[in-house]
């Protein structure tokens, strides 16, 4: 009997909790270069919520896909303008139809040939990514695809041989030997280890600098209590000039006084010396004479 679209999906089973189906990474050295892709984007991005990023995790695009077992699960894959949250599987019907906006494989010798050829084609026509990048943590192969006309067609890199992705806003580069990160400007794109030991050194400069800064403003105070102390000198040197002076000049009015009060006896003991020759000559007598 026929139903209603209301009735079919009444009758569709959630695929929400639907288990990835992808082999563990070929070697340790891949586990480490997907651990850099995703840890270092997500300490970038850490402040927002509109994203998803897959590692090694199956996208189910199809329930055909599901009946033929045909799992094809990127390495790497980032779905923007979605809910950041945890995820079992990438199941493209249950995300409203969202297919990854970037996918990155890394290649290995017994995947090349399918990364290159089989899931280049499935991104391309089924997918529709817009920008396919490929490398080999091995050889340090690195070539990206951007999605233009309906076909994937070669990313031209730069003068480092770093390629540009519009989706990430990012370079993606070789550095180390291993897969980065790059911003427009061309700063390397830390993992939280390293943005860590980058604050851990700022602090230790910072501290450094304010070190220094104390020790050049203690020597400052050092020089600034010497040139108090030369001054408190300075200044005692001259209140003792100034005390001498002072002393000089009492003594000279000292003397002066004194110089004075003998030209006053002087001056007493000549005026009674006039008075007794005039009285001597009242009385007819010469003082010469006697």
């Known amino acids: 009997m026929a139903l209603t679209a209301q009735e079919i999906e009444a009758l569709m089973p959630d695929c929400t909790e639907l288990l990835s189906d992808e082999p563990e990474m070929e070697s340790s050295l891949h586990y480490t270069q997907l651990l850099i892709l995703v840890t270092c984007l997500e300490w970038l991005w850490r402040n927002r919520e509109d994203f998803f990023i897959g590692a090694n995790l199956s996208v189910y695009y199809s329930r055909q896909q599901l009946k033929n077992r045909d799992f094809r699960g990127p390495d790497f894959f980032l779905v923007k303008d979605t809910e950041k949250r945890p995820r079992l599987s990438w199941v493209i019907w249950e995300e409203d139809g969202k297919y990854p906006n970037v996918i990155i494989e890394l290649l290995s010798d017994?995947?090349?040939?399918?990364?290159?050829?089989?899931?280049?084609q499935l991104y391309q026509?089924?997918?529709?990514?817009?920008?396919?990048f490929w490398f080999s943590p091995n050889t340090l192969e690195l070539v990206g695809w951007r999605l233009t006309d309906s076909e994937y067609k070669t990313i031209p890199a730069s003068e480092n041989a770093w390629y540009w992705s519009q989706e990430l806003g990012l370079y993606l580069g070789v550095w180390e030997n291993k897969l980065r990160y790059f911003t427009v400007e061309g700063r390397l794109v830390p993992t939280p280890e390293e943005a860590n030991?980058?604050?851990?050194?700022?602090?230790?400069v910072e501290r450094q600098r304010a070190e220094v800064e104390?020790?050049?403003a203690e020597v400052e105070r050092q020089r600034a209590e010497v040139e108090h102390q030369r001054a408190e000198s300075e200044r005692r040197k001259v209140e003792v000039e100034r005390r001498k002076v002072e002393v000089e000049r009492q003594r000279?009015?000292?003397e002066c006084r004194k110089a004075e009060s003998e030209r006053q006896r002087a001056d007493d003991a000549e005026n009674k010396a006039d008075v007794l020759a005039q009285k001597l000559r009242e009385l007819g007598i010469e003082p010469d004479s006697l």
Request: charged letters at 45%; a positive charge; glycine letters at 4%.
């Open 110 to 120: 017994s995947t090349a040939k399918v990364d290159k050829g089989l899931k280049k």
């Open 125 to 132: 026509n089924q997918f529709r990514t817009p920008e396919y």
């Open 214 to 216: 104390r020790q050049r």
């Open 252 to 254: 000279a009015e000292s």
């Open 197 to 204: 030991l980058e604050e851990i050194r700022k602090a230790e």
